[in-house]
């Protein structure tokens, strides 16, 4: 792997990169490696940043998944869940064999979540989701739709079809 303008050795690149596989952190694998916190965390930070491109060309996933939001980050006092100060939402998607895909969102609503399903799950997929009204538009899209049930309690339904 070549990262432009990097000043360390190929040596030291590959060694960072066992440690970022690994997950070690950014100050635990400078000192090993013996550069400077920094470097390593700017390093790490480049590494991220190439995954992101490459997730960003996904191709969009087929057959039964999982859709749901998260909250991340923000104060712990006070309001908790949707209402929490300073939480970051997170839209993500997952099919039963492993396979993710997550985009962090501005806001759980329809507007917001329906473009992002149209774009990276085939159409006539079963989408399987929570109960929030932001999905109520996935009965009339291109997807079958089963609300308030995970893939597993779908799995141990008898099947409908």
Known sequence: MHIKYCKLRPS??????????AGTTARMAAELVGIHRHTTRLFYHRLRQIITQHLAD???????????????????????????????????????????????????????????MEKMIVPDSIVYSNALPGYNALDVAAFRHFSGQSFEEFCQRPNPY
């Open 12 to 21: 030291q690149v590959n060694r960072l990169l066992e440690h970022f596989v």
């Open 58 to 116: 996904v191709s969009p996933f087929v057959g039964p998944i999982e859709v749901d939001e998260s909250y991340f980050g923000g104060c712990r006092k006070g309001k908790r869940g949707r209402g929490a100060a300073g939480k970051v939402p997170v839209f993500g998607l997952l099919q039963p064999d492993g396979r993710v895909y997550t985009q962090v969102i501005p806001n759980a609503k329809r507007k917001t979540l329906l473009p992002i």
